[in-house]
């Protein structure tokens, strides 16, 4: 089989069962899963990382014969999670195509060094999932281990970040932190995993058809013969009919188009985004001149700059817009909170001059 190549195609596909759990369920899924002609490359969970002990933590070496036998029947590339040295070598030695390093993993960075020593010297590809914590100089830490060792065919996987309390998906996206590593790592796949942002599989399409907005190089989701009876991570798995329901749903953008009309329409309203842009910094400049001077006056009155009233009402007052103006309250609240630092830098300036 030829070596798996990260890059060869857009979108990439991955697919698979959270856990490797049966030879029986470990194959049949990914059989049906190949039988989409959908998919790229076959997943499962050999060694699972869990929250409380006690609790299914995957079957171990014996999954990874499993996986190969799913290889030789689909000619599909296989991957799956390491987590420890040991994982890694085992990997390699059973030739797994794709390996990933999960959430839990990345943010340690022991763990990562000690995985990256073991694949030194190897062509395998490594996917470095985000760490739980929106911490992306970790994220990129990770990769930089393992460029470190002279591993080069690195893909990154975004999965969300764990949230306190309970919210609508499992994880938070946090968008714009992948959109910076992205940046950070601009020859690097970026591929999402909907699965465990959603940690429910009634949300898997609004993220997936997100991620393919934002210009994602793929999706890794998690696909189950029985879902509700599977050993882990029940709630976000899809039968494999669903799931290529699901891939056949997504709509993939283009970076760019040739249509010129496109490029006219583009433009005309770019320059009207810069013209705008530009009177909203000359207004912000003024309104700091006016706080300056706001500053001035309560010095030459010796006043103190914070009046905690005044600046809950100027909040109250734009954010009780948020409907006429057509803006979230979120965005005002953000927007105010540095409009107001600023403000006070500004006046604490004056103040002592
Ligand atoms: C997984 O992909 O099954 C997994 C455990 O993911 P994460 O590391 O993102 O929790
Ligand atoms: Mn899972």
Redesign the pocket.
């Known amino acids: 089989m030829k070596k798996f190549d990260l890059k060869a195609k857009r979108p990439l596909i991955i697919a698979g069962p ?2 490797a759990e049966t030879e029986e369920q470990t194959i049949e899924t990914c059989v049906q899963i190949a039988n989409t002609g959908m998919v790229d490359v076959l ?1 499962a ?1 050999i060694w ?2 869990r929250t409380k002990p006690g609790s299914f933590e995957g079957v171990g070496l014996k999954g990874l014969a499993w996986m190969n036998k799913v290889r030789e029947i689909t000619g599909l590339p296989i991957g799956t ?1 390491v987590a420890t040295a040991a994982h890694a070598r085992a990997a390699l030695e059973f030739g797994v195509d794709v390996l ?7 943010g340690n960075p022991f763990s990562v060094q000690e995985i990256a020593d073991a694949i030194k010297g190897s062509d395998v590809t490594v996917l470095v ?2 760490p ?1 914590n929106p911490d992306i100089d970790l994220w990129g830490g990770a990769v930089a281990r393992l460029q470190n060792v002279g591993i080069n065919k690195i893909g990154l ?1 975004h ?2 970040f764990s949230v306190y309390g309970t919210s609508r998906y499992r ?1 938070n996206p946090l968008w714009h932190l992948a959109i910076e590593m992205r940046s950070r790592f601009p020859e690097m796949p970026m591929i999402c ?1 909907p ?2 942002i959603a940690g429910n599989r009634e949300y898997l399409h609004e993220i997936a058809q997100k991620s393919a907005d934002l210009f994602y190089d793929g999706l ?1 989701v ?1 696909s189950h013969i029985c879902p509700d009876k599977a050993w ?2 029940a709630a976000q798995q899809v039968v494999p009919e669903e799931l290529k329901k699901l891939l056949s749903s997504i709509i993939w953008r283009q970076s760019t188009t040739d249509n010129p009309e496109y490029q006219k329409a583009l433009d005309k309203l770019r320059t009207e985004i810069d013209q705008i842009d530009d009177e909203l910094f000359q207004l912000l400049s003024k309104r700091m001149q006016v706080a300056e001077n706001i500053g001035r006056v309560k010095r030459e009155n010796n006043v103190a700059i914070l009046q905690g009233g005044r600046w809950n009402s100027i909040v109250e007052k734009v954010v009780s817009q948020s409907k006429k103006l057509g803006l979230s309250e979120e965005f005002l609240k953000v927007v105010l909170e540095a409009i107001h630092i600023e403000s006070i830098n500004r006046q604490n300036k004056v103040m002592n001059e």
């Open positions: 959270c856990s997943r969970g699972k990382p999670e990933w390093i999960g959430a839990r993993t990345t999932k985000n739980m996987i999965r969300g994880n995993d699965s465990h890794i998690e882990s991570d």
